[in-house]
Nanobody
Framework: QVQLVESGGGLVQAGGSLRLSCAAS????????MGWFRQAPGKERELVAH????????YYADSVKGRFTISRDNAKNTVYLQMNSLKLEDTAVYYC?????????????????WGQGTQVTVSS
């Protein structure tokens, strides 16, 4: 079992940057593929970035490609989301999630463990 705790959210002006962290408990962090999802008010929760177990493969939603970077440090049991050039439409609650699936999945139902979420608010 894995427990996930996000941090790093906050209020930032458009064009600014934030770095989210997700710390995982347990010794098996390296066996999970990890995703960062976000959910804005009135919208579905969507996958924004995904990383495989080794960190050698990453995926980004079109809306964040070129601005966000996902990475992981298996020695520290932590996955990160570096967010640059933030836009108003990036405002959402951001969640990290872990999946045992061996391939990329954007289906939230295929993620086994979730953090509590961290609010990111981008202001003009």
């Amino acid at each position: 079992q894995v427990q996930l705790v996000e941090s790093g959210g906050g209020l930032v002006q458009a064009g600014g940057s934030l770095r989210l962290s997700c710390a995982a408990s347990g010794r098996t962090f390296g066996s999970y593929r990890m995703g960062w999802f976000r959910q804005a008010p009135g919208k579905e929760r969507e996958l924004v970035a995904h990383i495989n177990r080794s960190g050698g493969f990453t995926y980004y939603a079109d809306s964040v490609k070129g601005r966000f970077t996902i990475s992981r440090d298996n020695a520290k049991n932590t996955v990160y989301l570096q967010m640059n050039s933030l836009k108003l439409e990036d405002t959402a609650v951001y969640y990290c999630a872990a999946t045992t699936k061996v391939v990329l999945t954007s289906n939230r139902n295929e993620y086994d463990y979730w953090g509590q979420g961290t609010q990111v608010t981008v202001s003009s």
